[in-house]
């Protein structure tokens, strides 16, 4: 017979397995983005981030769109995500913003990268994290943050390339390790869904920049 504090474990853990489900539809984001322009992604995820955040906000404002947004939703949403106080966003309305501004910010072959990053790594490091990260590291567990940075390199061996050989792998590597260093302190701090995928880019972009200036960061035979 199992332990109610047992029992609550599990119960959590299969919740976390929703939302991780559910978080990696995600993955539409950039498979979507690849074939079409940045001006038009930049349109579509304005007006579903505008939705998005209207919903969040408003759900604070009006118990009517409460108790509706929490009926649909409620399984899904954790403890922080709850607070009347604090009135946070979403990970979902997070998600959009994180979309849209790495889309304007980035060049489209890093947003191809980093965004799956923060989607399948994300997803690995929590769920593998909860259930197997029994030596702490840092802020969270060695097990959450070595699945997050492994699973990062199967994703890169997956994205777009620019066809500048083995240095480009390294980069892509090199910026996958500072963001499962980011994913495991920014807890508390920073929404994961926006450090992540600006971690990925940012450092992308330094080390092209600093290691391979002549590269143009630009898919050939790709919408731009």
Known sequence: MTSPKTEILEINYRDELIRKGIHLCSLS???????????????????????????????????GIKSL?????????????????????????????S?????????KVLFLTAFPI???????????????????????SLGGTTAFFISALIVILFTPKLGAGVGEYLIAAAAAAAAAIIENISHGWADDNLSIPMTVGFVMWGLFLLFMPEIQLILPNVPR
């Open 69 to 97: 947004f929490l009926t649909i939703f409620g399984f899904m949403l954790r403890k922080h995500e709850l607070d009347e106080r604090k009135k946070n966003l979403n990970g979902a309305t997070y998600v959009f913003i």
């Open 29 to 63: 984001i950039p498979v979507i983005y690849y074939f079409i322009t940045r001006e038009t992604a930049v349109y579509i995820l304005a007006a579903v981030t505008a939705v998005a955040l209207i919903l969040d906000l408003t759900r604070y404002l009006s118990p």
């Open 118 to 140: 923060l989607i399948i790594s994300d997803s690995a490091a929590a769920l593998i994290g909860r259930k197997y990260g029994i030596r702490p590291f840092l802020k969270k």
């Open 99 to 107: 979309a849209l501004l790495c889309v304007i910010i980035f060049p």
